[in-house]
């Protein structure tokens, strides 16, 4: 288990990735806050490789924090995207690893 738990963590990684990058191509560098998002997913994901990889309880904590806010920010962006989620699968792809790290964080 401890292997998915680490690639729903390394997709957390990429989605956060792309996130930033499609903030790139929309926005340029006209303003710091709107690539928030992408780099708190980021992070999310590279807590979720470390909790994967050890047992420390505060490093447990923040990754419920962090999944749990990730979570709540791609459902938000999956209800708003609703009818062009054909055009952006990274949207749901992003709430079902969102949903699986946060089973991990908690239950693991």
């Known amino acids: ?17 792309v996130w930033t990058a499609f903030t790139f191509r929309a926005h340029g560098l006209g303003g710091i806050s ?17 909790r994967a990889g050890s047992s420390s309880g505060m490093l447990r904590f923040a990754s419920v924090f962090a999944n749990l806010f990730v979570l709540s920010l791609s459902l938000a962006n ?9 055009q952006n699968p990274q949207a ?9 790290e946060t089973i991990f964080s908690i239950w693991g």
């Open 1 to 17: 288990m401890k292997i998915v738990d680490q690639l729903f963590g390394w997709v957390l990684v990429i989605l956060g990735l």
């Open 34 to 50: 709107v690539y928030a998002p992408g780099a708190m997913i980021v992070l999310a994901g590279l807590v979720n490789v470390a």
């Open 78 to 86: 999956a209800f708003s995207m609703a009818s062009v989620l054909r």
């Open 92 to 100: 749901p792809i992003l709430v079902v690893a969102a949903v699986i």
